[in-house]
Nanobody, 118 residues
Framework: QVQLVESGGGLVQAGGSLRLSCAASGSTYNINLSGWYRQAPGKQRELVANIGSGGLTNYADSVKGRFTISRDNAKTTVYLEMNSLKPEDTAVYYC????????????WGQGTQVTVSS
């Protein structure tokens, strides 16, 4: 069982920056994939970025070059550095963690609101 708590969301002007944090607790030893998703009103939840146990990262095309995902050495905290924010980045951002040798277990945080004003 893994518990996730996101923080760092808020209101920012277009072109600004924001850093999201996701703190994991519980059975974190077998975390092998961590990532961030977002969901805007009227849209489906989409993958923003993720990072595997070996450090391999993946980004949505819409955020490449602007967002950076990172983690601590113990893989218990995941960060999302968001730069050059656009109004279309406005969404609820969710942290997601997968555990188990086959990533068969998935856990979600409560979400944090990011609002980018024009």
């Amino acid at each position: 069982q893994v518990q996730l708590v996101e923080s760092g969301g808020g209101l920012v002007q277009a072109g600004g920056s924001l850093r999201l944090s996701c703190a994991a607790s519980g059975s974190t030893y077998n975390i092998n994939l961590s990532g961030w998703y977002r969901q805007a009103p009227g849209k489906q939840r989409e993958l923003v970025a993720n990072i595997g146990s070996g450090g391999l990262t993946n980004y949505a095309d819409s955020v490449k070059g602007r967002f950076t995902i990172s983690r601590d050495n113990a893989k218990t905290t995941v960060y999302l550095e968001m730069n050059s924010l656009k109004p279309e980045d406005t969404a609820v951002y969710y942290c997601n963690v997968k555990t188990g040798w086959a990533s068969q277990y998935s856990y979600w945080g409560q979400g944090t609101q990011v609002t980018v004003s024009s």
